[in-house]
């Protein structure tokens, strides 16, 4: 039986969830607003929100790059990245099933929930495996 490293997944993960950040925040801030119906928001207009979620997602990038860099003790950091995400799903759901039924944000919700949801499990598996 092969035995899976946890401390390597975790930082694969981070990694990935930093690479994931910092494509949406290029996206948003590069797409121009016309092609946002392509995404399920047919009358968008203006750019600010775009461009807040653009820096928002640069933003949590560098947070998730930072948890790397500092990561034998790091615990709270982890933390952190699956509160935001939990918090981003949450956000995500309401606005969906409130504001704006746009398939993008359902499926940004999924998304982030997923993300959420197996940093914890991972995370979980790593601290119960390492020595306190």
Excluded: C, R
């Excluded at 990694?15 to 399920?40: C, D, N, T």
Aim: cysteine-free; overall charge positive.
């Amino acid at each position: 039986m092969i035995k899976i490293d946890k401390k390597q997944i975790l930082i694969i993960l981070l990694w990935a969830y930093a690479f994931h950040s910092a494509i949406v925040a290029i996206g948003l801030l590069i797409i121009q607003p016309s092609y946002m119906e392509l995404f399920g928001l047919p009358d968008y207009h203006g750019k600010f929100f775009q461009m807040q979620g653009g820096v928002f997602h640069f933003v949590m990038s560098m947070v998730y790059i930072y948890a790397l860099k500092k990561f034998e003790s790091i615990h709270s950091l982890i933390q952190l990245v699956i509160m935001i995400k939990l918090i981003a799903t949450v956000f995500l759901i309401i606005y969906y099933n409130y504001i704006e039924s746009a398939w993008v944000v359902l499926a940004s919700a999924a998304g982030d929930g997923s993300m959420a949801l197996v940093l914890l499990l991972v995370y979980i598996k790593w601290k119960k495996s390492i020595t306190i």
